[in-house]
């Protein structure tokens, strides 16, 4: 799978408040998808469906809130490319399948605005803009078979 | 092969002599807690896959503390609809709104036993560590997978080691020492590992303030923080719980990624300032900063003896008249405990306004929300920038103590000069 886009940039300790906030969490989508990641307001006024993002440290940290990846994959964030997650949002982007990955170095390899390319299941990430390749972190096969079923729950079969 | 507590649950659990760290296994889990948010989701998830049957009532633990009393007739119907399917799955160990917090809840009614493996419901599910567990926060749809089919994949986490040295100085508590780790090491120091806390002064730690530390090993990263079950545990455990208690501890010799010594006997009272838990300063470097709300609550810090160290210096004075001292013990056990012993008596003289006993205003889910600009001083777990409802305020963390003694100058303040 390659994923490609636009990259907004994010430091470190992106946590779930941030990702998906208790403050208007009952109000439509519509209005909730405009506070999801306050704290970069450029990011919540300018993202498009297809972009891509890049951390720092610990992305995701907080709360067991599966909201914080579900969310970014409804708004249709290509992917999530960070220096390292937390635990359970990593287990969370695993359960409903949204594409993660580790690349040590990333932070600093990107800048805002510039495009980036993903090889998934090789994790190789790309910067285009600047012509810069980097290795990550290759997904485990037992997780990347969970990712490439579409999430933990397809393979439970109860019928 | 000697094994760390993390590997050692995680091989019994998934049938192997012998695990280490890297591998996944599938592990097949003892009990799964749920709160009601993540009941609710979870539930519906398991019934659109196609499953109609959680794999073993009997394992699961179904408490409703996060949305309570409901706020509106949404909230309300949701909590119907998990009553309903309760009886329909036939859960014995449901706790409805009014008996605790769910982690105060699952060490108080004997569901924790130590070297079980628990996932939960919620993050702070790492508080089980305490006595013994091998517990750990997971998503709705890691959950619906766990009450379809009774196990989960688990990667093997390398192990972290704590050696806890020194007496604790007056003043100063559990929450003083996973802040100060907190604030020396990082939140990163212990990510995606299981964490060992072990040491003279980890011994002598009462399972309340173990509590505190390992709800707060995953603000640090962790999968799991693990206290030793040693005879305190089994104390504790004794007229809770009608199953065989063993004590649980890792293999001499067991191999660890890093161990970090620590000695507390200079400890000072420590704050985590907004807006990240390692953002950790000693109270002399904060006090003063005024704040509009004291609130003793939560997982982490609303427990028998949480609350007696307040009251310890709250007696006799009051909160100051530009701070709401909002007080929530985590369980009706708490609250029954307190109220026999005087200590909730003290805190109402002080000018406590109490809560029933659910998440409050932790997690910004229902009261307690703060005014733009302003600030508050919490025994809680989290100070993300909007974690209490309002994106313009700002939260601290500390002790029990801190925040008493915070209460009663209308600032941050040092509790070391209320103690004789």
């Given amino acids: 799978m390659i994923i490609k886009g636009k990259v907004w940039k994010f430091g470190d300790d992106i946590s779930t408040d941030y990702l998906s906030p208790s403050f208007g969490m009952e109000e439509p989508w519509e209005e909730r998808k405009k506070k999801i990641l306050h704290i970069h307001e450029a990011f919540t006024k300018g993202w498009q469906p297809g972009d891509i993002i890049v951390a720092g440290q610990n992305f995701g940290c907080g709360s067991s809130r599966e909201s914080a990846p579900a969310n970014l994959k409804r708004m249709g964030i290509g992917c999530v490319v960070a220096e390292s997650f937390a635990r359970i949002f990593f287990r969370n982007c695993m359960a409903i399948a949204f594409p993660v990955t580790i690349c040590k170095g990333v932070s600093t390899a990107f800048k805002e605005g510039d495009i980036l390319e993903l090889d998934f299941e090789r994790s190789i990430v790309r910067n285009q803009t600047q012509d810069i390749a980097l290795e990550g972190t290759r997904l485990h096969p037992d997780l990347l078979k969970i990712v490439q079923a579409g999430g933990i729950l397809e393979s439970i079969k109860c019928k | ?420």
């Fill in chain 2, 1 to 420: 092969m000697e094994m760390t507590m993390a590997e050692k649950a995680l091989a019994r659990a998934s049938g192997k002599e012998y695990v280490k760290p890297g591998e996944i296994v599938t592990a097949a889990i003892d009990t799964l807690m749920v709160a009601d948010m993540s009941f609710y989701d979870s539930y519906e998830l398991m019934i659109e896959h196609g499953c109609s049957d959680i794999w073993d009532p009997d394992r699961m633990v179904v408490i409703m503390d996060h949305q309570f009393p409901a706020q509106n007739s949404a909230q309300a119907e949701k909590h119907r609809k998990i009553r309903e399917w309760v009886k329909k799955q036939g859960i014995r160990h449901f706790y409805d709104a009014g008996v605790g917090i769910c982690h105060q809840v699952m060490a108080e009614k004997g569901h924790v036993l130590p070297g079980n493996l628990i996932p939960g419901g919620d993050s702070h599910t790492t508080t089980y560590g305490a006595l013994g567990a091998a517990s750990c926060g997971i998503g709705h749809s890691d959950i619906a997978y766990v009450m379809a089919k009774g196990s989960l994949w688990f990667l093997v986490p390398e192990t972290i080691r704590f050696i806890l040295n020194g007496k604790l100085p007056k003043g100063t508590s559990a929450k003083d020492i996973i802040l100060k780790i907190a604030g020396n090491y990082s939140v990163n120091v212990a990510q995606y590992k299981s964490i060992e806390f072990s040491g003279p002064l980890a011994k002598e730690l009462s399972i309340d303030d173990r509590m505190t530390i390992c709800n707060m090993g995953v603000e640090i990263g962790a999968k799991f923080a693990f206290f030793e079950a040693d005879d305190q545990t089994m104390e504790y455990l004794k007229n809770r719980t009608d199953q065989p208690v063993e004590l649980f501890g890792p293999d001499p010799g067991a191999s660890y990624e890093a161990i970090y010594e620590m000695d507390f006997s200079a400890l000072e009272p420590q704050v985590a300032c907004p807006h990240n838990v390692d953002n950790v300063k000693s109270i002399v470097e904060v006090e003063g900063i005024p704040v509009q709300q004291a609130f003793l609550g939560s997982c982490t810090n609303a427990k028998v003896e949480d609350l007696e160290r307040a009251a310890a210096i709250l007696k006799g004075r009051k909160a100051h008249h530009e701070t709401r001292l909002i007080v929530i013990p985590a369980s009706r056990e708490v609250y029954l405990r307190i109220s026999e012993s005087g200590v909730l008596h003290t805190l109402l003289e002080a000018g406590a306004m109490l809560g029933p006993p659910v998440c409050g205003p932790c997690g910004g889910l229902n009261n307690g929300i703060l005014a733009n600009n302003e600030t508050a001083i919490c025994t809680t777990n989290r100070n993300f920038k909007g974690r209490m409802g309002n994106p313009e305020s700002f939260v601290y963390l500390a002790s029990p103590e801190t925040v008493a003694a915070s209460a009663i100058e209308g600032k941050i303040a040092d509790p070391r000069k209320y103690l004789d």
